[in-house]
T-cell receptor, first 117, second 112 residues
Framework: NAGVTQTPKFRVLKTGQSMTLLCAQDMNHEYMYWYRQDPGMGLRLIHYSVGEGTTAKGEVPDGYNVSRLKKQNFLLGLESAAPSQTSVYFC????????????????FGPGTRLLVL | QKEVEQDPGPLSVPEGAIVSLNCTYSNSAFQYFMWYRQYSRKGPELLMYTYSSGNKEDGRFTAQVDKSSKYISLFIRDSQPSDSATYLCAMRPNTGGFKTIFGAGTRLFVKA
C-alpha cells in the first residue's frame, strides 16, 4: 500500500498563477483533509471531505477550492496564487471519525512545498 | 488566543534523558487527545491517542491528560537520537469532530 501520496512535491508559482494539488489514498478512507503548515501556526485545516462528492470549508478556506469526484482522490486548487499562500500543504485521510484509535488516526501524505513569488 | 498552545522549542537533550512535552488548551469540549510525530520534510504520523482523562503508556512513550487543568503531556523515556523530530499535540471535541486542532509543534533534538 502506498498510503497517501501527493503530487507535486515542490512547486514555484508567480502571483496570479493557478495550480492544482493532487492527493490520492489507497486505504478506502471516507474522510480526506487538506491542511497547510506554517512556522509557529501548526496545521490548519483548509477544506475537508466526508465522502465522495462532498466537500466542506475548514478553518482557512479563502483562496482555495477542492473537489472529490472519486473516493480515493482529493484535489486542492489555487485559482490565483498569492504570496500568503506560500506554505507546506499536507493531505490526510481517515476512517469516519468515532471513538477508537483506528478511527481517530489521520494518515498524512509527504507534503507539497509551494512557493509563491 | 489560540485554542491550543504548545512551546515551539527547540528542546535539546542528551541521549537517555527523560523528555517532557506539553500542551495547554482552552476548549473544555475537547475529548480526544493525540500526539503526532513529524520528522523533517515528512508528514505527521500518529504516536499516541487518548480519550478523555488519564494516562496511556506505549513502550517508551507515556501520554497524560489532565482535563481539570486543560493540560496534556507526552513523556519520552530513555530518549534516542531517532526521537529527534517535531511533536505536535492534537485534539478534538466529541461532536462535530472532524475539525482536529493541532498545536504548533515542539522541535526536539536528542544528542548522541
Amino acid at each position: 500500500n502506498a498510503g497517501v501520496t501527493q503530487t507535486p512535491k515542490f512547486r514555484v508559482l508567480k502571483t496570479g498563477q493557478s495550480m492544482t494539488l493532487l492527493c490520492a489514498q489507497d486505504m478506502n478512507h471516507e474522510y480526506m483533509y487538506w491542511y497547510r503548515q506554517d512556522p509557529g501556526m501548526g496545521l490548519r485545516l483548509i477544506h475537508y471531505s466526508v465522502g465522495e462528492g462532498t466537500t466542506a470549508k475548514g478553518e482557512v478556506p479563502d483562496g482555495y477550492n477542492v473537489s472529490r469526484l472519486k473516493k480515493q482522490n482529493f484535489l486542492l486548487g489555487l485559482e490565483s496564487a498569492a504570496p500568503s499562500q506560500t506554505s507546506v500543504y499536507f493531505c490526510a485521510s481517515s476512517y469516519e471519525l468515532s471513538a477508537g484509535r483506528d478511527q481517530e488516526t489521520q494518515y498524512f501524505g509527504p507534503g507539497t512545498r509551494l512557493l509563491v513569488l | 488566543q489560540k485554542e491550543v498552545e504548545q512551546d515551539p522549542g527547540p528542546l535539546s537533550v542528551p541521549e537517555g534523558a527523560i523528555v517532557s512535552l506539553n500542551c495547554t488548551y482552552s476548549n473544555s469540549a475537547f475529548q480526544y487527545f493525540m500526539w503526532y510525530r513529524q520528522y523533517s520534510r515528512k508528514g505527521p504520523e500518529l504516536l499516541m491517542y487518548t480519550y478523555s482523562s488519564g494516562n496511556k503508556e506505549d513502550g517508551r512513550f507515556t501520554a497524560q491528560v489532565d482535563k481539570s487543568s486543560k493540560y496534556i503531556s507526552l513523556f519520552i523515556r530513555d530518549s534516542q537520537p531517532s526521537d529527534s523530530a517535531t511533536y505536535l499535540c492534537a485534539m478534538r471535541p466529541n461532536t462535530g469532530g472532524f475539525k482536529t486542532i493541532f498545536g504548533a509543534g515542539t522541535r526536539l533534538f536528542v544528542k548522541a
